[in-house]
């Protein structure tokens, strides 16, 4: 009952916030880099933040470092997507939201120095990589989907890490998003303040259950995520382009826009292929050493990006746009 109640506040928000994007214009007006053609509402992603609000009403003892970060770095980027922010100021935002959770997880004391500074590293990078990724129909809420599912797995059978609630609320909010997004044409698209809010929270929970079992093999369950963007921003790198300005180089985007792949079927490929993973990675869990782990599912997943070039090369997109 608590969380079909959840589902319909929830829904109700959207709608208000369906209101109030059409009375400021808050769209998405496609360009020639964007994998979609019609102008779409933006913001929906809100429902993320609006859900961790509702978890916090009723956890505010325990919960307020969370709250503040998401609280941060949903405000910074619903202003960007409203009225475009400098790169520093987000990252700023990020990184002040980033030292909150550290604390509250008590990372400066269980790491040394120069795994506070990775840890930084890579928190911020997730959260760029994240949304990044958010590009077409339903990638979004459906990876975040398995991702929380992966995590709500091992909290309940492997190791309990958090209160499940925390992350069936997260759950429950991506249903929510896909009823508008997971459309031939969506209603709504995350914006920054979905794909970053949501983000955070998966950041939070990676962080927590790496503290708490001392193992780094969690990171997998990020793994698709991980490798299209990380190795598409060393292509970007290579051909000399802002990596902070919008293209059309990552995996799903050569799928989606030079093969033509609806939308949602590459979503759900990207979906399907990260429960093989984190199916992968729970099995395998203290069966192999974490880097042998690491290996054997990073290694083919490099192997299957470079058929982007394949892609490209076929359907005559040059190397260097």
């Not at 190791?159 to 997004?181: E, G």
């Amino acid at each position: 009952m608590q969380y079909t109640i959840l589902g319909i506040l929830l829904m109700i928000i959207i709608l208000l916030y369906f209101k109030v994007a059409n009375r400021f214009n808050i769209i998405d007006r496609p360009n020639e880099r964007s994998s979609h053609t019609e102008i779409t509402l933006r913001g929906g992603g809100i429902i993320f933040w609006f859900s961790a609000l509702l978890y916090f009403i009723q956890n505010i003892q325990d919960n307020y470092f969370f709250f503040t970060g998401i609280t941060l770095v949903s405000l910074v980027s619903f202003w960007d997507d409203i009225q475009s922010l400098s790169n520093k100021i987000r990252i700023s935002i990020h990184f002040l939201a980033i030292t909150l959770i550290f604390y509250n997880l008590n990372v400066f004391n269980l790491m040394p120095l120069h795994g506070v500074i990775i840890t930084y590293i890579l928190a911020i990078g997730l959260i760029n990589a994240y949304n990044f990724m958010d590009g077409i129909n339903g990638i979004t809420g459906l990876y975040t989907l398995v991702v929380m599912g992966s995590l709500l797995y091992v909290n309940t059978k492997i190791q309990l890490f958090i209160d499940a609630a925390f992350i069936k609320y997260a759950m429950i909010a991506c249903l929510v998003f896909l009823f508008f997004n997971y459309r031939k044409r969506a209603k709504c698209f995350a914006g920054d303040i979905g794909s970053i809010a949501i983000a955070f929270w998966v950041i939070y929970l990676i962080l927590k259950i790496i503290l708490v079992t001392s193992s780094v093999i969690w990171l997998l369950f990020l793994a698709i995520y991980g490798v299209d963007a990380i190795l598409t921003i060393i292509h970007r790198l290579y051909l000399k382009q802002n990596i902070f300005e919008a293209h059309r180089l990552h995996f799903y985007q050569i799928l989606t826009n030079e093969y033509k792949i609806q939308h949602r079927l590459v979503a759900l490929y990207f979906a399907i292929a990260q429960i093989v993973i984190s199916a992968l990675v729970i099995f395998l869990y203290q069966k192999v050493q974490d880097m042998l782990l690491f290996i054997v599912i990073i290694i083919p997943l490099l192997l299957i990006y470079t058929l982007k070039f394949y892609f490209m090369k076929k359907s005559n997109l040059k190397l260097n746009t």
